[in-house]
Structure formats: C-alpha cells, structure tokens
C-alpha cells in the first residue's frame, strides 16, 4: 500500500466515528414516563402522546418532545416536560419545565412534596 493511500484510508478512519456522533436521535410521538404517589406508595406507567395532556393525581403533564437515540448509539431517551399541579379551586400551578433524561434522572428532577415523575423512554404511539 503506498504511503498516499495509507494516509487517506487513516484519514477516513477519523472521519467515520465523527459522522456516526452527529447521526440524528429519533424524534418519537409516545414519551413513557414512570409515576410515583409518595403518599401511597403506588408506582404506575404514564404514556403520555406528544402534545396531549395526560393526568396523573392532581398533575397535568404535557410531553412537548421525546426523542431517543439510535439503536447503534449508547441508550438514552429524553422528554422536554411541561407539568403542572391543578388543585380544585386553585389556580394551576407551573411544577417543572424542561427535558428530563432516563438516563439521569437526578440531572433535571422534578419536585413535589407527593408525586415523582421521570422518564423512562420514548416510542412510536400506537
């Protein structure tokens, strides 16, 4: 092999886990988030559709986005959360806004004196 080819296939060894870092996450339309009621101890599994509010005790949660990597990447999958608490004759109250991360769910944590909510993965609604 010559030296001009050598260094062409060595430069194309670096270019290839560069561009396999930059392929895009999946955008999906289900985030399944994990639900915990402090007060009785019940754990429940929310789906939750992309832009559709969904109950869970006194919370109203929003998925705005749930995105997961791809299959060949390291597992992760993120929500970008909107949730507040609705108390009956009280005005609704913002709890959390932002991404949560299954991966991580201390990084961006929820907090509630009753309820825990995090996320444990993104998929295609059925």
């Not at 396999?20 to 399944?32: C, G, I, R, Y």
């Not at 959390?96 to 907090?111: C, H, N, T, Y």
Request: charged content about 20%; some cysteine; hydrophobic content about 50%.
């Amino acid at each position: 092999m010559t030296r001009a080819l050598w260094l062409s296939v060595l430069g194309m060894a670096a270019i290839v886990p560069a561009f396999a870092q930059q392929a895009p996450e999946l955008s999906l339309d289900m985030a399944v988030l994990g639900g915990l009621d402090k007060i009785t101890a019940r754990v429940v599994t929310i789906e939750a559709p992309v832009g559709q509010p969904v109950r869970f005790g006194t919370l109203e949660i929003v998925a705005r986005a749930c995105k997961k990597r791809r299959p060949e990447e390291s597992p992760e999958s993120a929500a970008f959360l909107d949730i507040w608490d609705i108390k009956q004759g009280q005005p609704a109250q913002g709890v959390f806004r932002g991404w949560m991360f299954a991966s991580s769910p201390a990084l961006s944590a929820m907090e509630h004196a009753v309820y825990d909510v995090w996320v444990l993965d993104c998929r295609k609604g059925s």
